[in-house]
T-cell receptor, first 113, second 114 residues
Framework: NAGVTQTPKFRVLKTGQSMTLLCAQD?????MYWYRQDPGMGLRLIHY???????AKGEVPDGYNVSRLKKQNFLLGLESAAPSQTSVYFC????????????FGEGSRLTVL | GENVEQHPSTLSVQEGDSAVIKCTYSDSASNYFPWYKQELGKGPQLIID?????GEKKDQRIAVTLNKTAKHFSLHITETQPEDSAVYFCAASPHTGTASKLTFGTGTRLQVTL
């Protein structure tokens, strides 16, 4: 009964390096999301997917790319990391196309030096 | 787009007292208002939500009230316990949109002291 699993949980990068965050869900949800959480700014949507093979931009998409090759996985990539991307990243999934419960992973803390 | 403001940013109450967190929103099209609780080191978890056709909803010690005219909604926690200590986020979304339209408040850190 894992729910939403994110890997890695912690990562330190140097400016300019690339990395990929992996999100996996075992609830057969169609919809998946990537958020970033910064102090005093709440949760902001980066990218989302409404089904396998689809992706769309959220509120703060610049500097990130995503892929949804399999229904259960949603990958978030940083091609050239910048200090401004230091944040805690949360993946979430949901059943409903309209507003409904989001199921979040436990987060991935990324530091870019 | 939607703008959600949340107050206070921090709240300290004694065990057994009540806690109230308030949010205002700007988009009159919003009609779904969830509240999420985030414990230390965990992801947010939905604790209660309300839709615009309802003015109040209760679930044991927690309740949410909604005033669509004034565009504000509040979370009420009664008989607070140490396990209520967490960060709470309000959010607003148009019901007919996808969850990608969900706008979160900036969070309230609630501390329940013994």
């Amino acid at each position: 009964n894992a729910g939403v699993t994110q890997t890695p949980k912690f990562r330190v990068l140097k400016t300019g390096q690339s990395m990929t965050l992996l999100c996996a869900q075992d609830m057969n949800h169609e919809y998946m999301y990537w958020y970033r959480q910064d102090p005093g700014m709440g949760l902001r949507l980066i990218h989302y997917s409404v089904g396998e093979g689809t992706t769309a931009k959220g509120e703060v998409p610049d500097g990130y790319n995503v892929s949804r090759l399999k229904k259960q996985n949603f990958l978030l990539g940083l091609e050239s990391a910048a200090p401004s991307q230091t944040s805690v990243y949360f993946c979430a999934s949901s059943v409903l196309v309209s507003a409904g419960e989001l199921f979040f992973g436990e987060g991935s803390r990324l530091t870019v030096l | 787009g939607e703008n959600v403001e949340q107050h206070p940013s921090t709240l300290s109450v004694q065990e057994g007292d009540s806690a109230v967190i308030k949010c205002t929103y700007s988009d009159s099209a919003s009609n779904y208002f969830p509240w999420y609780k985030q414990e230390l080191g965990k992801g947010p978890q939905l604790i209660i939500d309300i839709r615009s056709n309802v003015g109040e909803k209760k679930d044991q010690r927690i309740a949410v009230t909604l005033n669509k005219t004034a565009k504000h909604f509040s979370l009420h926690i009664t008989e607070t316990q140490p396990e209520d200590s967490a960060v709470y986020f309000c959010a607003a979304s148009p019901h007919t949109g996808t969850a990608s339209k969900l706008t979160f408040g900036t969070g309230t850190r609630l501390q329940v002291t013994l």
